[in-house]
């Protein structure tokens, strides 16, 4: 199994910056997709920014711009830097992995969530 620890959530002004973490460990793949999600109260839980071990990344259209998701030097650990947070940012953060087999999802793991507020 994968074990995700996040880190990096609190209460932050808007337009002011947080920087989440997420460090996997376990059965780790050489091919895997991490990324994060975001889920607001009543809300649905929806995709903000992934990053896959090829090098692609991609952004929810509402994060684009503010948003940037990067990997250490082992592609093991998943860092989210958010600037210019706004409150509708405001929501519980959840670090996702996805291991790959030859083309099909092997497994997928969550973390326990990380609480975002952006309040003035």
């Known amino acids: 199994q994968v074990q995700l620890v996040e880190s990096g959530g609190g209460l932050v002004q808007p337009g002011g910056s947080l920087r989440l973490s997420c460090a996997a460990s376990?059965?780790?793949?050489?091919?895997?997709?991490m990324g994060w999600y975001r889920q607001a109260p009543g809300k649905q839980r929806e995709l903000v920014a992934y990053s896959s071990s090829g090098g692609g990344t991609g952004y929810a259209d509402s994060v684009k711009g503010r948003f940037s998701i990067s990997r250490d030097n082992a592609k093991t650990t998943v860092y989210l830097q958010m600037n210019s947070l706004k409150p509708e940012d405001t929501a519980v953060y959840y670090c996702?992995?996805?291991?790959?087999?030859?083309?099909?999802?092997?497994?997928?793991?969550w973390g326990q969530g990380t609480q975002v507020t952006v309040s003035s």
């Open positions: 996702n992995f996805k291991r790959f087999g030859a083309i099909l999802v092997s497994g997928e793991y």
């Open positions: 376990g059965s780790i793949s050489s091919i895997n997709v």
